[in-house]
Nanobody
Framework: QVQLVESGGGSVQPGGSLRLSCAAS????????MGWFRQAPGKDREFLAA????????RYADSVKGRFTISRDNAKNTVYLQMNSLKPEDTGVFYC????????????????????WGQGTQVTVSS
């Protein structure tokens, strides 16, 4: 079982950048495919990005492609989400998630594809 703790959220102006981190503990991090999700007020939690347990492959939602970058550092048991060109519609609670030996098919781009979740970190994009 893996425990996940997100950090790095905050308030930023439109066009700004933030880097979120998700620290994992309790299990062998390199076994886990990692994902980032966002939940805006009054909306469902949506997939943003995922990185395969090998670290070789990634997937992005169309809404963040070209603006967000997911990466991982297995030596630090941490996954990152670099967010650039932030927009007000990016506002929400950001969650990281993990699936042991997970893939990046459609299931790996959905909530159902992950077994473990962090508590979330708030990101607010506003002028």
């Amino acid at each position: 079982q893996v425990q996940l703790v997100e950090s790095g959220g905050g308030s930023v102006q439109p066009g700004g950048s933030l880097r979120l981190s998700c620290a994992a503990s309790g299990s062998t991090f390199s076994r886990y495919t990692m994902g980032w999700f966002r939940q805006a007020p009054g909306k469902d939690r949506e997939f943003l990005a995922a990185i395969l347990w090998t670290g070789v492959s990634t997937r992005y939602a169309d809404s963040v492609k070209g603006r967000f970058t997911i990466s991982r550092d297995n030596a630090k048991n941490t996954v990152y989400l670099q967010m650039n060109s932030l927009k007000p519609e990016d506002t929400g609670v950001f969650y990281c998630a993990a699936k042991e030996w997970g893939g990046l098919s459609l299931l790996g781009q959905s909530r159902a594809g992950y077994d473990y979740w962090g508590q979330g970190t708030q990101v607010t994009v506003s002028s």
